[in-house]
């Protein structure tokens, strides 16, 4: 997603407003069309047919993975939906032993794509890759072992965070199931491939009349003929090929995991949290779609298969022939009734909504200094079950989707400086040094919910420092006020980066001018004096990722000072801070690894056929 923001920034319409927003909106309006061309593209390898890999497409594109999940804001199934059919075609393809080098790496990219999102899929095909390597024929026994390790191997450093916890291996970016145990779907309901249980749908689209009532219980039934179809299709007397074991083997398997995994918990966190409720500690599980994604490709591949014979297959007697047809066509008007009905369900369910993006959760005039040269923090405070909490936002603050709470605790130079900001002073007034210690760690604005308790806001009303701002909604807003330098006697706003003299008066802001506070700007003789330093309001752990230089020559962080700190040399003139990057060798073996796979799965030239060699070769029937 972070490419697509970048190229969603530079359009003209995206200027002022959220560039994530905007490409995540499109990520979802597209995801449809996108998972149905995919599904299209991929049934050649089962059958050259156009027709069943039409009909096919639309119900993969329609499935309720897909729209329950879009119903829901789970922008993480979008791109495993999309790549998966791909995903599964080239390794069919794979495991026939007719696949070129070009289909083994496009194979690999799409499964790293897909995996990034939806990392049991890396587990998956890992798995896969080495049954493959052990019993595969011929050469698509170094394919094996090139879809078991290279998806993995495309990611680089980011598979560490999955080293670190876990529990991620079973989630994903929004595939984490926090609605508690409500909204989990029945078995008998997963076993129709519905990930949610529709129960929840009448709190956001109700019903009227008794409708209402039994709707819910019937709207998995919509989905039988593709289940009834596919088992029906695995299970055909006749010869099975290895692309038949494959789908038979991802059913069984994704309507396995599917099963356990509302029932394995994966962490715990609030549920229904807001100012003055606690809310309720919940198990968090993985949120089936995934691996029902498995199970309705499987069983649709196999109904392609079928339908894609020219035969239907599912009959057998006499009057052999015109069964076949008979069947053939029931099937296909069965299947065309679920995509439409499936198509009128989507329609109801999103009836009067649109796609927008989210509003932001910090004040404009907070968000305007986040992106600043300032770089500054806003701070959000609130109570919950009568404790005070808080909550920082910069402008590297949240994530796409919610995951896993992460459990770290906050710096402990946070935690101070918001204890002498918040807990100093009377139960009314804040102490002396309120304003001054949210200055220091980059504080520009303090926001409070309309719902806090209001000796809370007469407290910051009468902060000294602090100053009221227009908020929004039921946002009341204060502004931290800027320190004045002893050198200019100009005002010094809250900033991240800042110059102090010895005894920590700040003496001027350092503008930040790109990503990960990153400073190239000269400096005024006046601030370069002996002693001055360099503060940064950042965990001490920063300082190992950067680097800091005056004049040329870097500049090593002071020790014990709390917040990173650095000396600088009299009379310096010009500063720089850069970011270090981390694992660097790792990432240069990564690009090259993943421009080699792009450059295998460009398609130089067509591949000839062996003489004689028809259509018919390219399904697996």
Same mark, same amino acid.
């Given at each position: ?32 069309? !996108? ?5 299209? *593209? ?11 890999? !039409? ?181 055909? #007397? ?84 015109? *069964? ?84 770290? /605790? ?43 308790? /209001? ?27 800027? #320190? ?43 601030? !370069? ?87 018919? #070769?390219?399904?697996?029937?």
């Amino acid at each position: 997603m972070a490419a697509g923001s970048w190229l969603v920034g530079l359009l003209p319409s995206a200027a002022g407003g959220s560039a994530s927003g905007v490409a995540v909106g499109l990520t979802l309006l597209l995801a449809m069309p !996108a998972s149905a061309l995919s599904a299209y *593209l991929a049934g050649r390898v089962l059958t050259p047919r156009p027709w069943p890999r !039409a009909l096919v497409a639309v119900l993969w594109a329609l499935l309720p993975v897909l729209t329950q999940g879009l119903a829901e804001g789970r922008v993480g199934i979008v791109a495993p939906h999309v790549l998966l059919p791909l995903v599964v075609a080239g390794v069919v393809r794979t495991m026939s032993g007719e696949a070129s080098w070009t289909v083994v790496a496009a194979t690999t990219l799409a499964l790293a794509v897909a995996g990034a999102f939806a990392p049991m899929l890396l587990v998956l095909g890992a798995l896969a890759g080495l049954a493959l390597l052990v019993r595969g024929p011929g050469r698509s026994r170094l394919a094996g072992l090139v879809l078991a390790l290279g998806p993995a191997a495309a990611l680089g450093p980011a598979l560490l965070r999955w080293w670190h916890t876990p529990a991620l291996l079973l989630t994903g970016p929004g595939l984490t199931q926090w609605g508690g145990p409500s909204a989990t779907a029945l078995p008998w309901q997963l076993a129709l491939l519905w990930p949610s249980n529709p129960d929840t749908w009448s709190d956001s689209t109700p019903v009227p009349g008794p409708v209402g009532s039994w709707l819910p219980m019937v709207l998995p039934l919509l989905t039988v003929p593709v289940v009834a179809g596919g088992v029906l299709a695995l299970v055909r #007397r006749g010869r099975v090929s290895a692309g038949l074991w494959t789908l038979g083997a991802l059913t069984v398997t994704g309507l396995v995991l599917a099963l356990v995994a509302p029932r394995v918990t994966i962490g715990r966190a609030y549920l229904d949290a807001r100012p003055g409720h606690t809310g309720k500690l919940a198990n968090l599980t993985t949120w089936p779609g995934v691996p029902l994604d498995l199970a309705a490709i499987g069983l649709l591949g196999a109904l392609l298969v079928v339908l894609g014979s020219g035969s239907g297959g599912l009959v057998e007697g006499r009057w052999r022939r015109g *069964l076949r047809v008979g069947a053939t066509g029931v099937a296909a008007a069965g299947l065309t009734l679920c995509a439409l009905a499936l198509a009128v369900v989507l329609g109801y369910r999103t009836m009067g909504a649109t796609i927008t993006t989210a509003g932001d959760a910090v004040p404009q005039a907070a968000r305007d200094q986040l992106s600043s040269p300032l770089a500054n923090r806003y701070l959000v405070v609130e109570v919950r079950g009568g404790r005070l909490g808080y909550e920082l936002w910069s402008d590297a603050s949240g994530t796409l989707a919610r995951e896993l709470p992460t459990g770290e /605790a906050p710096p402990a130079v946070e935690t101070e400086a918001l204890d002498r900001a918040l807990a100093s002073g009377s139960a009314s007034t804040a102490g002396p040094d309120a304003a001054a210690a949210l200055a220091d760690l980059g504080v520009g604005f303090v926001g409070v919910t309309s719902a806090t308790e /209001a000796p809370v806001i007469t407290r910051l009303d009468t902060t000294a420092g602090l100053s009221r701002a227009a908020g929004e909604g039921e946002i009341n807003l204060w502004r931290v006020l800027p #320190r004045t330098s002893p050198t200019h006697g100009e005002a010094v706003p809250s900033s991240r980066l800042r110059l102090v003299d010895p005894a920590g008066v700040p003496l001027a802001m350092v503008p930040v001018s790109g990503p990960g506070l990153t400073v190239d700007t000269e400096l005024d003789a006046a601030d !370069a004096t002996a002693g001055a330093r360099l503060v940064a309001a950042q965990d001490p752990r920063w300082s190992a990722a950067v680097r800091v230089s005056a004049d040329g020559r870097t500049i090593a962080a002071s020790p014990g000072t709390g917040y990173p700190s650095y000396v600088l040399p009299q009379g310096a003139k010009h500063l720089q801070v850069e970011s270090l990057a981390a694992h660097s060798w790792w990432w240069w073996a990564t690009i090259a690894w993943v421009g080699l796979l792009l450059l295998l799965a460009l398609p130089f030239g067509t591949r000839s056929r062996q003489p004689g060699a028809g259509p018919a #070769r390219e399904g697996i029937a």
